[in-house]
């Protein structure tokens, strides 16, 4: 089968064995963002042109393809789920000679009652779901929105989400924080734990991100260090955020090694446990829902 991880800005193609081992990866910029109007059909053909010549009969998608801006619109899936109901909500979309189905996203509401809503995160959670004890588990997804899940005995049970990437890239672009750092500096660990630190103080965020100025101003955070220091800033208070919301340690990390390795750190200076699961953990659940697919006899094209 073929499975495909189409986001707002890049696109990630698999080709996946009967066991579901990765056969062959590709990756472009032809995000949903980019593809014209009816474009779609075209860009999945660029992309995986000789895989489906070879003869795969089935493809799916995963990610903002399947929202209102992309290929086709598959409605959100409340939560508790499966991989099983994910697999009977796919949405057909017309393809010749393949059937190809868009996967929905997930949506849940928090212990206030607002809405959480994902969308591509679900194949990841899936993808690691066989590694996870049956008792509830605690997954975190970092990203530009990071997602903290609960999952138990198979099931995406509810998550919330943190707009902490999007907030590092924003601050440390269109700020005045803007002038007392280095984007590009390279990751400087005792910086950021700095700002783990700083988090757990008293002041609310909004007060210690302007130290960071302040710290700038007079010397005492170079500016190489700083965007570290941002960062930790910014993680620690989402991971204390988490912690007081609930979590069942150990918690698992998915997520590209840059930020899975400052997650753990942020869990250990909290205390907390962490397990780095696959980073190929979106083609395991793309063979996930493509596997239940084919075992809910699903043929619609």
Sequence with gaps: MIGLDWGTTSLRAYRLDQAGAVLDKRESKSG?????????????HNIAKDWLEAGEKLVVIAGMAGSKQGWAEAPYLACPV???????????VPFPAT??????????????????????????ILGVLDDLPEQEATLCLPGSHS???????GRILDFSTHMTGEVFAALSAHTILARSLHR??????????????????????LHQLFGLRSLSLFDAMPQLEAASYLSGLLIGHEVAAALEAGVAPPVHLVGAEALTLRYGAALAAFG???????EDAAARGLFQIGVAI?????TAC
């Design 32 to 44: 949903i963002l980019s593809v014209k109007p009816g474009g779609f059909p075209d860009e999945l």
């Design 82 to 92: 499966s991989v099983a109901e994910i697999a009977r909500a796919t949405l057909p």
């Design 99 to 124: 059937r190809v189905r868009l996967v929905p996203g997930l949506k849940a509401r928090d212990a206030d009652g607002m809405p959480e809503v994902m969308r591509g995160e679900e194949t990841q």
């Design 147 to 153: 997602k903290w899940v609960r999952v138990r005995a």
């Design 184 to 205: 590009s500096a390279a990751h400087h660990p005792g910086a950021f734990a700095r700002g783990l630190d700083r988090a757990g103080q008293g002041g609310g965020l």
């Design 272 to 278: 907390i446990p962490s397990v780095t699961q696959t």
């Design 294 to 298: 084919d075992a809910a006899r699903i």
